[in-house]
């Protein structure tokens, strides 16, 4: 074989593939969620509010602007709701005393409960404010592996919702940037409070804690973010949503529109940016989770995964509730709203506000 014969022979051989070359593949994708629950929120008050975090995870992802209604318009009725996907036709809770116990959670596991049992290498954690959500995360076997409950202090004095949020958020961000924990649910508290006591008299001051829970979200965003780009791996997807609304005057547990408003935004890998999408529901909350997390459906849920739509009507019209804008009228002489007024960052009793202020 001539030289040049040879060189073509040996190039040609050198372009072939290695049969013996293992091909490169790609690092296993994780996915990760965080749940964000703000207690008593309208999201028409979060678009009058000084609320740009909410604003860029709405336009960053999907919002849903739905009505709850003929569901119980109380706050355990429905984080029992958003943590199991069933309505309170299924679990039975109706109020946030007698019928909020761990009962209904032993036929209706929580969002918890179905992960810890298909994957339990999956990390969850309950990180809130109110002692009934840690109730609920506490249930079943196994229950969620971490829960903690600001608004009680280790004395076992009640603290400042302000405070309580702040420290809740805190934690959240740990779980986030220290530990990537797998799933994450938070609730924070102030906004209901301040419907109850000042929403009625003084409506800037429910938008005043949307503005200063939005900068807690703000803080959250933050971490999920650091730590995606620092972590290629992990797909990370939040999810916001509220329990029920506020009557202009305040408080809430009847079927007006302002009542059985809700929202939710979901923003992530999977979610369109600057779409809205009205068959987002609260049942939605849990089968989404378990979607995300490679977790199987449960059959008795009322709800279904947003990946898949959700399980309202797309197309359904937003709850009208136009914010409220009036100055401070009415008296709250010799009431828990006074007392809210002269300090309306905390909470006016210690423990829990639920029996108080009827959440």
């Known amino acids: 074989m001539s030289r040049t014969r040879a060189m073509v022979a040996a190039a040609a051989l050198a372009a072939l593939p290695l049969a013996t070359a293992a091909p490169a593949t790609a690092a296993p994708v994780v996915n990760k969620v965080v749940v964000i629950g703000i207690d008593g929120t309208l999201w028409s008050e979060v678009q009058a509010a000084n609320a740009p975090n909410l604003g860029l995870l709405a336009a960053q992802g999907t919002l849903a602007r739905t009505s709850i209604a003929p569901h119980t318009t109380m706050s355990c009725v429905s984080w029992a709701t958003a943590l199991t996907g069933v309505w309170d036709t299924?679990?039975?809770i109706k109020d946030n005393d007698s019928t909020c116990t761990p009962a209904p959670f032993a036929q209706y596991p929580t969002v918890f409960t179905q992960l810890e049992r298909a994957k339990p290498s999956l990390a969850t954690a309950?990180?809130?404010t109110w002692d009934k959500i840690g109730m609920i995360a506490r249930t079943g076997n196994p229950a969620a592996d971490r829960v903690s409950v600001t608004q009680?202090?280790?004395?076992?004095?009640g603290v400042c919702e302000t405070t309580a949020d702040s420290n809740a958020a805190a934690e959240v961000v740990s779980a986030i940037t220290d530990d990537g924990t797998d799933f994450v649910f938070t609730h924070l508290d102030q906004v209901d409070i301040v419907g109850h006591t000042l929403r009625g008299i003084w409506p800037q001051?429910?938008?005043d804690a949307i503005g200063r829970v939005d900068a807690l979200v703000g803080k959250i965003t933050k971490a999920v973010d650091d730590r995606a780009r620092t972590h290629a791996g992990e797909r990370w997807t939040i999810l916001v949503t509220t329990d029920h609304g506020h009557k202009p005057e305040g408080g809430h547990g009847g079927q007006s529109a302002y009542e059985t408003a809700s929202f939710m935004i979901a923003r992530g890998p999977d979610f369109a940016a600057g779409a809205q999408n009205n068959g987002y529901t609260l049942?939605?909350?849990?089968?989404?989770?378990?979607?995300?997390?490679?977790?199987p459906a449960d059959p008795n849920s009322d709800g279904r995964s947003v990946?898949?739509?959700?399980?309202?009507?797309?197309?359904?019209?937003?709850?009208?509730?136009?914010?409220?804008d009036s100055g401070i009228t009415g008296s709250s002489s010799g009431s828990a709203q006074m007392l809210m007024v002269n300090n309306p960052l905390c909470l006016v009793a210690s423990g829990s506000a639920g029996g108080s202020f009827g959440k």
């Open 307 to 324: 990946r898949l739509g959700g399980s309202g009507d797309p197309a359904a019209t937003p709850p009208n509730t136009p914010a409220i």
């Open 126 to 128: 309950s990180l809130g």
């Open 152 to 157: 009680v202090d280790p004395t076992g004095a």
């Open 90 to 92: 299924k679990h039975g």
């Open 205 to 207: 001051a429910y938008r």
């Open 283 to 295: 049942a939605d909350i849990t089968p989404t989770v378990l979607d995300l997390l490679g977790s």
